[in-house]
């Protein structure tokens, strides 16, 4: 190996040459690197020299892998920037995902009545089935054939199928359904309960339950069909289980609506509008000429499936999958003997209402051999309208409800006010 001597050369020997007006003598560079005075051999080691010398190898404080070279320092100003990057990873992200889990929960169901809570705590289970016709009800079940004319095809506008159990029916509970008494009706099972039992309740000794679709869901003209399981005992009288309809400007339960509008259908006041449809037993005929093994009175009864108007109207009782009897528009015409005009099947929209009750006003009730508490139960209830006359709504165009309604409100909203005349005050 050829080696350098780095000595410093004596001053007396030192030849200085320069161009005149090049530079001042104290700023004169020597030429040879061994008359500056200091070693410049690559072999003379130096403190900083692991700075600038980074392929020397034999340092423990270096590590080559390749052509990578690491040294403390490096490892140093790596290990650093991970720490920072690490910090700022757990402040930003982490103290978030942290905040999370460790932070009470906020509920969705509000408080004491505001977002469904009410103040007992009690949740109304709302099923999240908005439409008109029920996400369990079959597809087969989607038409029917008339009953009438057994060639009409009518189409499946409206169906509860009553499956998801426990469900509540407060004011806004349902999209359709609105009851009264709510704890005397509930789902299980499978259908719709409805329970009348031995229960005080507003001074009265007996407690039952009803609800309707009231001013949200209205129909005109179809086909009603209900799968029911009937309460009590077939041989004892009393109970008043029904599944029925009313126009929508009377609200069954609000006594002031329903004043002189139910059980009647009319479209002109005569005779025929107050009860029996007779005034202090005149006409005698109204009293007389009906069916013998009713004493003579005259009365009617609603069906199931019925096309309103005055022309081709009817209506039609179903029961069991079979017609049982049809009563057409022209047995509802004026009878100039009574004093009644012509009676037509309703053109208003009509509603559902279900309910189980009892009243000495409806039969003779044998409260010793009733089985209280007896239930009512509604596998489903669907409704059918001809396929080429769709008309779902309570307040059509052709007969509109809303306005008069609104007008109206307390007669609808006040159960308390049962006649329009005397307590509502209206002529």
Known sequence: MH???????????????????????TYILLRQPGQWGVCVSPDDEE??????????????????????????????????????????????????????YRSARLGHLGVYGIGGTNASGQVPVIPGNYGLIDRDTPE????????????????????????????????????????????????????????LEQKEMNGLNYTGGMMSTWNKFCFTGGYVEANVSLPGLNNVVGLWPAIWSVGNLGRA?????????????????????????????????????????????LSYLS???????????????????????TLNVAGMEADPRVNISQRPVPQEPMYL????????????????????????????????????????GCDPVDFPTAAYINKYAEAYWNPNMTTWVGEYGQA
Request: with cysteine.
């Open 3 to 25: 080696a350098i001597h780095c000595l410093p050369q004596p001053r007396e020997h030192q030849a200085l040459e320069f161009h005149q007006h090049t530079c001042h003598p």
């Open 353 to 392: 209402i279900m309910n189980l009750g009892m009243s000495y006003s409806f039969t003779q009730v044998d409260l010793a051999n009733i089985p209280f508490p007896v239930h009512l139960r509604v596998d489903y209830i669907r409704v059918y309208q001809p396929s080429d006359s769709i008309n779902v």
């Open 140 to 195: 087969s079940a989607y038409y029917k054939t008339s009953w009438y004319d057994g060639k009409t095809e009518m189409t499946l506008v409206f169906s509860d199928e009553f499956n998801t159990p426990g469900r509540t029916f407060w004011p806004g509970d349902d999209p359709y359904w609105e009851a009264v008494n709510l704890c005397a009706i509930q789902t299980a099972n499978g259908s719709l309960v409805i329970t």
């Open 253 to 297: 339960g609000y006594g002031a609506s329903l004043d002189g509008l139910w059980p009647y259908t009319y479209d002109s006041c005569d005779v025929g509008t107050v009860a029996n449809q007779s005034v202090n037993g005149q006409p005698v005929a109204a009293t007389t000429t009906g069916p013998s093994k009713y004493g003579g009175v």
């Open 303 to 325: 069906g199931q499936q019925y096309k309103p108007g005055f022309d081709n109207a009817y209506m039609t009782w179903i029961s069991n999958n079979q017609a049982s009897w």
């Open 47 to 100: 403190v900083d020299d692991d700075f600038h010398k980074p392929d020397v190898l034999d340092k423990p404080s270096q590590i080559r892998h390749g052509e990578l070279t690491l040294t403390r320092r490096a490892l140093v100003n790596g290990g650093f920037l991970i720490v920072v990057v690490s910090a700022l990873l757990a402040l930003f992200v982490g103290s978030p995902i942290i905040s999370y």
